[in-house]
């Protein structure tokens, strides 16, 4: 088995709890969100982050971002979804947590088709409620899970066919074959389960490998969609929470991290640093949202 180590990003701001990389192809730039701080960064990248901005504030956390087609960014807030224009101001919302439920957003991210989906994180203890939705092209909200533990990573196979999700809490990565057009979503089924550490945020390569943080090991493992191990980056911070492709060949895996404790656990001097390795392989980009409603406000 290959071990890559990762290298710190020496530009990068050291972040509460840094997610969500994507690459933003068109416009060539990398975007996260500070989850904790409800913020999205957005950077040049040549090997190294160039010109790191705030480009977004959301009033509470901010649990994933992504570029939209017709300009501006979408932006998982504390319990609604948020149109940002150009000039990274609120021009929109739809609400995904129902009022009185003590749960946030969390991780999110674009299917083949433009459509966004995006999973809950429990704020109140409870265990086995916690959701994964897919907002369609006409604004409605399909429910794809509603028995999570905690909804992470998602990821598709290259040909779009395949659908993987992340139920952190119980360890699992499901896989759900899946129309292109964005129709039919098939049936959830285990994929493989990670007994020995905790999956958080997953990306695909080009060849259909899945890429998963493992929060509390500080690693980033690739495993093959049947769940063999194939290569692990190590990082030099133990809470590593996502990964992304990124760069203009797609050949750079970009990997955020955390700086809060956990479970009294110490984040280390690197924590909350964002990490990158060159792991010989390439990504594809981000899909960007592909709305055809206005996202009006509520």
């Known amino acids: 088995m290959t071990v890559t180590r990762a290298q710190v990003l020496p530009a990068s701001t050291t972040h509460v709890l840094a997610e969500g990389p994507t690459w933003d192809a068109e416009a060539q730039l990398v975007r996260w969100v500070d989850i904790e701080l409800g913020r999205v960064y957005e950077a040049r990248y040549d090997g190294q982050l160039v010109g790191e901005r705030l480009v977004a504030q959301a009033p509470g956390t ?18 609604a979804l948020m149109r940002i224009d150009r000039a990274s101001d609120v021009v929109g919302s ?22 966004y989906l995006v999973g809950t994180f429990a704020l109140d203890g409870r265990f086995g409620h916690e959701r994964l939705v897919r907002v369609e092209h006409d604004g409605r909200v399909r429910v794809l899970d509603d028995d999570l533990s ?31 057009d964005g129709i039919d979503v098939g049936p959830r089924r285990v994929a493989f389960t990670i007994p020995d550490g905790l999956p958080d945020g997953m990306t695909a390569d080009s060849e259909g490998n899945l890429w998963i943080a493992v929060w ?42 955390a700086s809060l404790r956990y479970e009294g656990r110490s984040p280390g001097p690197n924590g909350g640093r964002l990490f990158a390795a060159d792991v010989g392989v390439i990504g594809r980009p981000t899909q960007p949202w592909r709305p055809s409603f206005p996202l009006g406000l509520d």
Request: with cysteine; charged share 15%.
């Open 62 to 79: 901010a649990g994933a971002a992504v570029h939209a087609r017709d300009g501006g960014l979408l932006v998982a807030g504390a319990t």
């Open 150 to 180: 905690l909804s992470n990573g998602l990821a598709w196979s290259p040909d779009g066919s395949l659908f993987y999700s992340i139920d952190t809490l119980r360890r699992t990565v499901w896989v759900r074959d899946y129309d292109v």
């Open 216 to 257: 509390g090991a500080g690693q980033v493992r690739c495993y093959s969609p049947d769940g063999d191990l194939h290569r692990i980056v190590e990082v030099d911070a133990p809470f590593t929470s996502s990964s992304s492709f990124v760069g203009t060949q797609l050949s750079s895996l970009l990997i955020t991290t």
């Open 94 to 115: 739809l609400a995904i947590v129902p009022s009185g439920v003590g749960s946030r957003l969390n991780d999110g991210g674009t299917d083949p088709g433009g459509r």
